[in-house]
T-cell receptor, first 109, second 113 residues
Framework: GQNIDQPTEMTATEGAIVQINCTYQTSGFNGLFWYQQHAGEAPTFLSYNVLDGLEEKGRFSSFLSRSKGYSYLLLKELQMKDSASYLCASMDSNYQLIWGAGTKLIIKP | NAGVTQTPKFRVLKTGQSMTLLCAQDMNHEYMYWYRQDPGMGLRLIHYSVGEGTTAKGEVPDGYNVSRLKKQNFLLGLESAAPSQTSVYFC????????????FGEGSRLTVL
């Protein structure tokens, strides 16, 4: 079957670094997406990886290992506004997204 | 730049009532999707469309119907609402072809009593 696993909740301190892991198992693979979702709002796109390696975009970076079915989202210099849920999604062979349940990130001062 | 717009934003229904959620996008996207989001679960695909006049079932289609008569609009209908359909509904769109990011509407919070 198709499955996406990510931690339910994480806590980190303002100014620190946090890594949110995601493992996926899908029928075929056409890339791994990360979305940010603030409470009561719509998900917004953060990153897309289709090749192995690290993609850096400002304070956020995303890593992919296709052989391991593994990705992580790295957030640096955490700010209070980074408190949100982070959704991992794998795109299968039919270009459909399979979504994880999301990781709620709590930032403490 | 409106992007993806959903109406209504909030609705309370009684069991057995019907309603339609409207999604409109102004980005000329081919693909459109309806998801529901429930606590502790990932976004689940209800129905989707890969172009005007086409629709297909997703992961949880039962109890819902959709139509895509115009490219920019994707309607989600509940013929006889049930409490299990209490959820937040998101519409999303993307350009066709290969992988591309999804653009989401703001969501519609539906409560069925």
């Amino acid at each position: 079957g198709q499955n996406i696993d990510q931690p339910t909740e994480m806590t980190a301190t303002e100014g620190a670094i946090v890594q949110i892991n995601c493992t996926y198992q899908t029928s075929g693979f056409n890339g791994l997406f990360w979305y940010q979702q603030h409470a009561g709002e719509a998900p917004t796109f953060l990153s897309y990886n289709v090749l192995d390696g690290l993609e850096e975009k400002g304070r956020f970076s995303s890593f992919l290992s296709r052989s391991k079915g593994y990705s992580y989202l790295l957030l640096k210099e955490l700010q209070m506004k980074d408190s949100a849920s982070y959704l991992c999604a794998s795109m299968d062979s039919n270009y459909q997204l399979i979504w994880g349940a999301g990781t709620k990130l709590i930032i403490k001062p | 730049n409106a992007g993806v717009t959903q109406t209504p934003k909030f609705r309370v229904l009684k069991t057995g009532q019907s309603m339609t959620l409207l999604c409109a996008q102004d980005m000329n996207h081919e693909y459109m999707y309806w998801y529901r989001q429930d606590p502790g679960m990932g976004l689940r695909l209800i129905h989707y469309s890969v172009g005007e006049g086409t629709t297909a079932k997703g992961e949880v289609p039962d109890g819902y119907n959709v139509s895509r008569l115009k490219k920019q609009n994707f309607l989600l209908g509940l013929e006889s609402a049930a409490p299990s359909q209490t959820s937040v509904y998101f519409c999303a769109s993307r350009s066709g072809g290969d992988a591309g990011e999804l653009f989401f509407g703001e969501g519609s919070r539906l409560t069925v009593l």
